[in-house]
């Protein structure tokens, strides 16, 4: 059984590409994700590969915390994704370096209508911004979003950090406020998901 969390997220990356490969594209992209199925199910599984925005997002020295189901993933979920969300604190100060890491993975930007955006600090500033990149697109929230009751700025607090062989940070949410998230959520995948994260015992 593998343990380590960047280790088990390397491997289910790898099955996800593996099982959209030879699948005919659909047009549809991670917004326009089914609520019971999931991003898996999206043009964004083929070639999905987290990790070079990851490791910009480590170089460039950014504290953005991983939630959604790669999250998952990194506790324990046995759930394939095909997309990467991400909680920063919103600050303007951290906005160049969280543009920089961006850029680096060439990611291209848009609003939550869709509309492109300038790769640049001040798209960041907004409540969401989404993001597509070769390896993975996404939404990038600060906690200013609305998020229901919940208070999702303790998240990035109670963030774990996983660290590789190779000297790789990643900061993800903690399973318990991962729960909640998926619990206020409320879709079909996100309360199958949190019963999932429930009965796994992992911090």
């Excluded at 099955?15 to 030879?22: T, V, W």
């Excluded at 991962?178 to 619990?183: A, D, V, W």
């Amino acid at each position: 059984m593998i343990d380590e969390p960047l280790e088990r997220l390397r491997i289910a990356a790898r099955r996800a590409r593996e099982l959209a490969r030879n699948r005919a594209a659909t047009g549809l992209r991670h917004e326009d994700a089914d609520d019971d199925a999931g991003t898996i199910d999206t043009d964004g599984a083929q070639g999905f590969d987290p990790f070079p925005l990851l490791e910009a997002l480590h170089r460039n020295g950014v504290r953005a915390v991983v939630i959604g189901q790669v999250a998952g993933i990194m506790h324990g979920s046995t759930e394939l994704t095909g997309d990467l969300d991400l909680l920063w604190d919103g600050v303007p100060a951290h906005a160049p370096a969280l543009a920089a890491a961006f850029a680096s993975v060439n990611a291209q930007l848009a609003d939550e209508t869709g509309t492109p955006l300038a790769a640049d600090p001040d798209s960041f500033l907004r409540p969401k911004v989404q993001f597509t990149s070769p390896g993975a697109g996404g939404d990038c929230c600060t906690p200013a979003l609305p998020w229901g009751t919940l208070s999702v700025r303790g998240f990035l607090d109670r963030a774990i950090v996983a660290v590789d062989a190779r000297g790789l940070e990643v900061h993800y949410a903690s399973r318990n406020d991962l729960i909640q998230m998926r619990r206020a959520l409320g879709r079909p995948k996100d309360l199958r998901r949190a019963d999932e994260l429930d009965s796994l015992h992992v911090p």
